[in-house]
T-cell receptor
């Protein structure tokens, strides 16, 4: 099993450009999550999904959109990138939410917005 | 921000010593989890303690939870150079969301 994979690993954008980050998991997990990690701030939840076709807002959703058209994939979109979105983005998945369910993380995507 | 806090922010010890990291959180929780992150990598789950548990062990790891103080601690015994990493606590609030602390950077010197 590959676990959780993220594409791309690195990306540099100019302000105003758009892009999509792809997350894929092969563990048949119901729940998927997108986080951003900034220096000294731990991880903050952007959006999450509790199943195919569903999405919900996390702590810092502004400027991002997501889609979960297939159970194994969770896409994070930036429609008009801003320098404040420079960060490392992590995708995670879990079998279910709630008690007793650890999250499995991808290796991260390092995004720089100039 | 809903984030909890971790203490200390950074810790440097000699190989063989014990390392203790503390975590505080803000709301009622279902469980609390600890994760490790090696430099440039994703997070890896270490251990989970439920809200009705007070202490849990896994190999060289010992986690305690005090729900009255909304705090947890992670003890790594007999540390090794390979334990060098950032350690994050994450509180599982009711509603399926993990809230991460800012992390403790542990350096184990050989």
């Amino acid at each position: 099993n590959a676990g959780v994979t993220q594409t791309p690993k690195f990306r540099v954008l100019k302000t105003g450009q758009s892009m999509t980050l792809l997350c894929a998991q092969d563990m048949n997990h119901e729940y998927m999550y997108w986080y951003r990690q900034d220096p000294g701030m731990g991880l903050r939840l952007i959006h999450y999904s509790v199943g195919e076709g569903t999405t919900a807002k996390g702590e810092v959703p502004d400027g991002y959109n997501v889609s979960r058209l297939k159970k194994q994939n969770f896409l994070l979109g930036l429609e008009s990138a801003a320098p404040s979105q420079t960060s490392v983005y992590f995708c995670a998945s879990s079998y279910q939410g709630g008690a007793g369910n650890e999250q499995f993380f991808g290796p991260g995507t390092r995004l720089t917005v100039l | 921000s809903q984030q909890g806090e971790e203490d200390p922010q950074a810790l440097s010890i000699q190989e063989g010593e014990n390392a203790t990291m503390n975590c505080s959180y803000k709301t009622s929780i279902n469980n609390l989890q600890w994760y490790r992150q090696n430099s440039g990598r994703g997070l890896v789950h270490l251990i989970l303690i439920r809200s009705n548990e007070r202490e849990k062990h896994s190999g060289r790891l010992r986690v305690t939870l005090d729900t009255s103080k909304k705090s947890s601690s992670l003890l790594i015994t007999a540390s090794r150079a390979a334990d060098t990493a950032s350690y994050f606590c994450a509180s599982m609030e009711y509603g399926n969301k993990l809230v991460f602390g800012a992390g403790t950077i542990l350096r184990v010197k050989s």
